[in-house]
C-alpha cells in the first residue's frame, strides 16, 4: 500500500506570494492533519480534515487555510507569505478522525523557503 | 491546556549504550501517548505508543510505560546503535471523540558513535 505522498517536496518563494501545498493519503484513510515544523516552535498542528469537513484548527492566523476533496486529498494554502512561515509542512492520515485504534501515517514533508 | 515536556538534545551515546529519554506531559482526562522518530530529510515513523494508564508501548527494542501518577511517557533502549541516531518526539492526543490532532514535545536529537 503507497505511503502517505506530498507534493511538491521542495519549494522556494517571495515574501507576499501564496502558495498551495498537496496532500495525498494512504488509500482509505478519511482523516488528513497538517503540522508545521520549524527550529524555533517545532510541530505544530495546523488543521485536520475528516471526510471534507475541517474536524479541529489550531492557533494559525487565517493567512493558513485548507480544504478536503471528496477522495481525501488535501490541499494547504498560505496567502501573502511572510518569512517566518519558512517550514517543513508535514501531512499525516488515518482511517478515522478518533478512536485509539487508529494510528497516523506521516508523509515525507514540503520544504517551504520564503525568501 | 495539553502540553508535553521532554528533554533537550542532543543525547550523545557510544553504541550499546542505554537511553533514556524522559518525557512529561499536561493534561485533562487520559490522553494516548506516542514517541515518533525522525530521521534526517524524512517525515515522522510512529516508535510505539499507550493508550491507557500502565500500558507499556514496544518497537524496535524501545520501550515507554504510560505512567498516570507521576504524568509521564519516557522512552528507553537497552543497547543503542549507530542507526538509532534520529530525533525523538514525544506526543500526546486527547481522548476519544476529540480528534486527531497531536500535541508534540520538543524534539530530542540523539547521536550514537561507534
Known amino acids: 500500500k503507497a505511503g502517505v505522498t506530498q507534493t511538491p517536496r521542495y519549494l522556494i518563494k517571495t515574501r507576499g506570494q501564496q502558495v498551495t501545498l498537496s496532500c495525498s493519503p494512504i488509500?482509505?484513510?478519511?482523516?488528513v492533519s497538517w503540522y508545521q515544523q520549524t527550529p524555533g516552535q517545532g510541530l505544530q498542528f495546523l488543521f485536520e480534515?475528516?471526510?471534507?469537513?475541517?474536524?479541529n484548527k489550531g492557533n494559525f492566523p487565517g493567512r493558513f487555510s485548507g480544504r478536503q476533496f471528496s477522495n481525501s486529498r488535501s490541499e494547504m494554502n498560505v496567502s501573502t507569505l511572510e518569512l517566518g512561515d519558512s517550514a517543513l509542512y508535514l501531512c499525516?492520515?488515518?482511517?478515522?478522525?478518533?478512536?485509539?485504534?487508529?494510528?497516523?501515517?506521516f508523509g515525507p514533508g514540503t520544504r517551504l523557503t520564503v525568501t | 491546556g495539553n502540553s508535553v515536556t521532554q528533554m533537550e538534545g542532543p543525547v550523545t551515546l557510544s553504541e550499546e549504550a542505554f537511553l533514556t529519554i524522559n518525557c512529561t506531559y499536561t493534561?485533562?482526562?487520559?490522553?494516548?501517548l506516542f514517541w515518533y522518530v525522525q530521521y534526517p530529510g524524512e517525515g515522522l515513523q510512529l516508535l510505539l505508543k499507550a493508550t491507557k494508564a500502565d500500558d507499556k508501548g514496544s518497537n524496535k527494542g524501545f520501550e515507554a510505560t504510560y505512567r498516570k501518577e507521576t504524568t509521564s511517557f519516557h522512552l528507553e533502549k537497552g543497547s543503542v546503535q549507530v542507526s538509532d541516531s534520529a530525533v525523538y518526539f514525544c506526543?500526546?492526543?486527547?481522548?476519544?471523540?476529540?480528534?486527531?490532532?497531536?500535541?508534540f514535545g520538543g524534539g530530542t536529537r540523539l547521536m550514537v558513535k561507534p
Open positions: 480534515y475528516f471526510s471534507e469537513t475541517q474536524r
Open positions: 499525516a492520515s488515518s482511517p478515522r478522525t478518533s478512536g485509539t485504534t487508529y494510528e497516523q501515517y
Open positions: 493534561a485533562t482526562g487520559y490522553p494516548s
Open positions: 506526543a500526546l492526543r486527547r481522548a476519544n471523540n476529540a480528534g486527531n490532532m497531536l500535541t
Open positions: 488509500s482509505g484513510h478519511r482523516s
